[in-house]
T-cell receptor, first 114, second 112 residues
Framework: DVKVTQSSRYLVKRTGEKVFLECVQD?????MFWYRQDPGLGLRLIYF???????EKGDIPEGYSVSREKKERFSLILESASTNQTSMYLC?????????????FGPGTRLTVL | RKEVEQDPGPFNVPEGATVAFNCTYSNSASQSFFWYRQDCRKEPKLLMS???SGNEDGRFTAQLNRASQYISLLIRDSKLSDSATYLC?????????????FGKGTRLSVIA
């Protein structure tokens, strides 16, 4: 089974702090994604990566950056956390070799910024 | 037109009922289609891919109508455990390896 893990289930940070959210997958997937999910807004794509050291902006990249130094790990960075970044953050991975390119999700990190 | 549009519900149905969800998508070039299920405060999980000819997995049947840009999910003999939010998902561009777009979901409550 595909396993996607995220470093924390719950996180509380203060405004202005630098926040790192880590995601690791064990299925040798090339593609990795970061989303945030908010009530009434659904899942929104922040950043994605198709390969090591490669990154692409999604729909809402402002206030975020990412790092992909190793194939299995994709980190989301909030340079200076703000209260409007309080959300559920979900990491996903997929393989372009799969028949339908379905994505597999980690359990999510619920981030609260005070 | 929104990229992926679903009726948010909630659909409240008794156990044993048949329920159908619909979804429309805006990009006629999309090639990959899925239904995901998301339980409260959990991550989305793949329920089934949707094939051009339609496909069935036990009590679940998915249909695709490319001409109308419409996807459906039918659940027969609903169980209490089917209570969840169902997300319609489409790939963004006309190449297989592209980001997915998620609908906001349709909430289903199956009542005893």
């Amino acid at each position: 089974d595909v396993k996607v893990t995220q470093s924390s289930r719950y996180l509380v940070k203060r405004t202005g702090e630098k926040v790192f959210l880590e995601c690791v997958q064990d299925m040798d997937h090339e593609n990795m994604f970061w989303y945030r999910q908010d009530p009434g807004l659904g899942l929104r794509l922040i950043y994605f990566s198709y390969d090591v050291k490669m990154k692409e902006k999604g729909d809402i990249p402002e206030g975020y950056s990412v790092s992909r130094e190793k194939k299995e790990r994709f980190s989301l960075i909030l340079e200076s956390a703000s209260t409007n970044q309080t959300s559920m953050y979900l990491c996903a991975s997929s393989s372009p070799r799969a028949e339908h390119n379905e994505q597999f999700f980690g359990p999510g990190t619920r981030l609260t910024v005070l | 037109r929104k990229e992926v549009e679903q009726d948010p519900g909630p659909f409240n149905v008794p156990e044993g009922a048949t329920v159908a969800f619909n979804c429309t998508y805006s990009n006629s070039a999309s090639q990959s289609f899925f239904w995901y299920r998301q339980d409260c405060r959990k991550e989305p999980k793949l329920l089934m891919s949707v094939y051009s000819s339609g496909n069935e997995d036990g009590r679940f049947t998915a249909q695709l109508n490319r001409a109308s840009q419409y996807i459906s999910l039918l659940i027969r003999d609903s169980k209490l455990s089917d209570s969840a939010t169902y997300l319609c998902v489409v790939n963004r561009w006309n190449s297989g390896n592209t980001p997915l777009v998620f609908g906001k979901g349709t909430r289903l409550s199956v009542i005893a």
